[in-house]
């Protein structure tokens, strides 16, 4: 199942509610409501132990670095392909 969340709030409730087996966040601009996902989803401790996967077009070191550093399980750079979107799912499952 995929389900879509516009903010952090949805975010929380969503994940609170389905338990997902991994949570793909796209990053945007700004950085920080991902990051505040982050933080906030890993200081839950029903929610902290799923895996989440940053999507973003942005290849800087410093929001890689940002997003890891919050809790991230992963980085994925756009574009990607279907292949490399599979592999890093599989791999966090």
Known sequence: ??????????VLETAGTCQPQVIVLSLG?????????????????DLQLIPVVVISAVATR??????????????LLKPFTFEQLALTLEQCL
């Open 1 to 10: 199942m995929v389900f879509h969340a516009m903010d952090v709030k949805h």
């Open 29 to 45: 601009f700004p950085v920080e409501p991902v990051l505040a996902v982050l933080r906030a989803l890993k200081q839950n401790p």
């Open 62 to 75: 410093r929001q890689q670095t940002q997003a890891l550093a919050a809790g991230a399980t992963d980085y």
